[in-house]
């Protein structure tokens, strides 16, 4: 008996609609249902070249993606800046950073106020521009900072003479209330480059100057930028030392010499700056290694000499001439024409209203003896460096002018002394001083041997 087997057609299976109407499509990125590890899925439309279109990989659009989205300035996609968008998608408007720029003596030339760069492992990009006189160099990386960064200004000699570091926000700052060196440039081709700190890459960066007139500087002037203290920088300042006549015509134009000078004092802190000084002598010999001399050397009684500008020594071979430290040293060592041992003689008159009781303070490199209105007040053998009111003693000044003269042997080395009286612990500073022995101090323009330097500022001024 045969059994017949009958094959019947297999119904086509579906998946089951989850409504009503609705039809089956295949699970994956662009079927228009977000699904398992998509963000957006808007099926055709899905689109990497469409601004704000969910995108073929079913992610949101992000700034990089090389489409820029109405969120977004600008989007090239390549991760640096300087070539007109940032990595963040915003325009970079101005001036951009073109190479070789590494080094400030290749420095690119600014064109404005800022300009848009990045920078590379190890490298850096420079930039050069002119500063008129007077002007106060600000600097900083503005806008996203996104790795510490340097800013180093160098001048017209290629020399490094300020650092802006990273402030708070990460962003470096050149600012001249915390960098001297950015304060009052002079006039000429100044350069400053950016770096990433320790030679890191600086995927993009916008570099501001921001020059600042003295006028509008935050920080007070110190006696270094303005030694006259007129309120003006010396690099402002067509009169630099305020004596009444301009630095063009002024035949010592950082020595007061001209008739507006103010009456000679000590400074602030009591230092006398103004003295008469005459040296060197050699050939002397003493008791002690660092002893000065006991030879008279000015006149028959040294204590008693009465020197003024241009007089001669005992043998009428070396001349008084004027010594202004700058500082609060006084620097003999403009007297090192021979060769140690030797010592030099510098001499102030004192003026005082009244007697007053004060005291003293030297730091002489090395032995010293000093006298003070002809009489001996003090001496030291001792072989030394300048120190800053090392010995001090108590004197008397009586009213009217009187001459202080110190004797400064040297063994070697350094050569120098620190003077100022204090009374009690306050400096002195009401004194007036002259360099004449016949009453204030007055210069207005002297030039004794007419060869262009003032007698103030002449080694020589008498001629040789």
Request: proline residues 8%; glycine residues 12%; aromatic residues 6%.
């Given at each position: ?455 103030v500022c002449d080694e020589t001024p008498f001629g040789a």
């Open positions: 008996m045969r059994t017949w087997i009958i094959l019947l057609p297999l119904p086509i299976l579906t998946a089951c609609p989850t409504s009503p109407g609705d039809s089956w499509l295949e699970p994956g990125c662009g079927n228009g249902v977000i699904e398992g590890g998509e963000v957006c899925d808007d099926g055709a439309d899905n689109s990497d070249t469409a601004p704000d279109a969910c995108r073929s990989a079913c992610v949101l659009p992000w700034c990089g993606d090389g489409v820029a989205d109405s969120a977004e300035a600008c989007d090239d996609a390549n991760g640096v800046g300087g070539d007109g968008c940032t990595p963040l998608c915003i325009v970079e408007e101005g001036q951009l950073e073109s190479e070789p720029n590494d080094a400030p003596d290749e420095a690119e030339a600014l064109t404005g106020e800022q300009v848009h760069g990045s920078v590379g492992d190890g490298d850096r990009d420079c930039f050069a521009f002119s500063l008129e006189d007077c002007a106060a160099l600000g600097a900083r990386l503005v806008g996203e900072c996104p790795v510490p960064a340097t800013l180093t200004l160098y001048d017209p000699d290629l020399s490094a003479v300020a650092v802006g570091s990273p402030g708070e926000d990460g962003c470096a700052v050149l600012d001249p209330e915390d960098t001297p060196g950015a304060r009052f440039t002079t006039a000429g081709e100044w350069a400053l480059c950016v770096e990433g700190l320790l030679g890191a890459e600086l995927p993009f960066y916008t570099l501001q100057l921001e020059p600042i007139a003295p006028e509008d500087a935050a920080y007070p002037l110190s006696s270094d930028d303005d030694p006259d203290g007129d309120g003006r920088p010396d690099s402002c300042d067509d009169d630099r030392d305020g004596d009444g006549v301009d630095d063009e015509l002024d035949n010592c134009p950082d020595i007061p010499n001209g008739p507006d000078m103010a009456p000679l004092a000590p400074d602030d802190d009591g230092w006398i700056h103004p003295w008469l000084a005459i040296g060197p002598f050699t050939g002397r010999s003493s008791a002690d290694t660092c002893q000065p001399s006991l030879d008279n050397l000015l006149a028959d009684e040294d204590a008693l000499a009465m020197p003024a500008l241009g007089d001669l020594d005992l043998a009428g071979e070396l001349g008084w001439t004027i010594l202004w430290d700058s500082d609060n040293r006084v620097d003999l060592e403009v007297f090192t024409t021979q060769d140690a041992p030797r010592e030099a003689y510098h001499a102030v008159y004192l003026y005082s209203d009244t007697i007053r009781s004060l005291t003293m303070t030297q730091g002489p490199d090395d032995g010293a003896i000093a006298w003070l209105g002809g009489e001996q007040v003090f001496e030291t053998t001792a072989c030394q460096g300048t120190v800053e009111d090392h010995y001090s003693v108590e004197v008397e000044l009586q009213p009217g002018w009187t001459p202080l003269m110190v004797k400064v042997y040297d063994q070697g080395g350094g050569w120098g002394n620190y003077v100022r009286f204090l009374d009690g612990d306050e400096p002195v500073t009401d004194l007036e001083l002259s360099l004449s022995p016949d009453g204030p101090w007055e210069s207005n323009q002297e030039d004794s041997d007419g060869d262009g330097a003032g007698d």
